[in-house]
């Protein structure tokens, strides 16, 4: 079970969108729609920001959303601010009934 | 208001044996789904490994099946997970997760538990 691929590092300025990209096989991303994302600030506790695909919890902004195409999975951040700057994870369910974590991309904001 | 509280900070030897705790509170303990993820340092986030308290399904991922264990009391409202004969590779964080969404994602993270294996 190999952790699905993220680019290590994806940078946009203040109010620009960037995506970033999560690729499994078909037999986690591909499989279900249960994709998560989630971002991480340096020390603390990862926060979960998309849920299945494209859902966000309540208190997450809109400008977070989320989507897939096959065995790719896509998170998008619009509007792009400083608090954005941060690790970001996918995860997703597998059809072996456990989970992986995407290769993890940091975010910028130039 | 849902909570998960990790047990405090540990150093260990290697070969010592460890068990740390995350109990939950303000939701139903055994109607959720508890999982681990460990994040060594420096390092992206790994699934370890989920259990159902309700009946104690549990359910590795395969790099960590046979090295730890996930458990659940759930008189006391709290998950486990453990270790046998600890690594200087052990040495993580590792976070306790609940999933209000059935075993598919996972919403709710304790504050984590920094585990430290040094001789």
């Known amino acids: 079970q190999s952790a699905l691929t993220q680019p290590a590092s994806v940078s946009g300025s203040p109010g620009q969108s960037i995506t970033i990209s999560c690729t499994g096989t078909n037999s986690d991303v591909g499989a279900y729609n249960r994709v998560s994302w989630f971002q991480q600030h340096p020390g603390k506790a990862p926060k979960m920001m998309i849920f299945?695909?494209?859902n966000r919890p309540s208190g997450v902004s809109n400008r977070f959303s989320g989507s897939k195409s096959g065995n790719t999975a896509s998170l998008t951040i619009s509007g792009l601010q400083a608090e954005d700057e941060a690790d970001y994870y996918c995860?997703?369910?597998?059809?072996?009934?456990?989970?992986?974590f995407g290769t993890g991309t940091k975010v910028t904001v130039l | 208001e849902v909570q998960l509280v990790q047990s405090e900070v540990e150093v260990k030897k290697p070969g010592e044996s460890l068990k740390i705790s995350c109990k939950g509170s303000?939701?139903?303990?055994?109607?959720?789904?508890i999982g681990w993820v460990r994040q060594m340092p420096g390092k992206g986030l790994e699934w370890m490994g989920i259990i159902y308290p309700g009946d104690s399904d549990t359910r590795y991922s395969p790099s960590f099946q046979g090295q730890v264990t996930i458990s659940a009391d759930t008189s006391i409202r709290t998950a486990y997970l453990q270790w046998s004969s600890l690594m200087a590779s052990d040495t993580a964080m590792y976070y306790c997760?609940?999933?209000?969404?059935?075993?598919?994602?996972?919403?709710?993270w304790g504050q984590g538990t920094l585990v430290t294996v040094s001789s």
């Open positions: 997760v609940m999933g209000s969404g059935g075993p598919y994602y996972f919403d709710y």
């Open positions: 995860s997703s369910h597998t059809t072996s009934s456990t989970h992986v």
């Open positions: 299945e695909v494209s």
């Open positions: 303000g939701y139903s303990f055994t109607s959720y789904w």
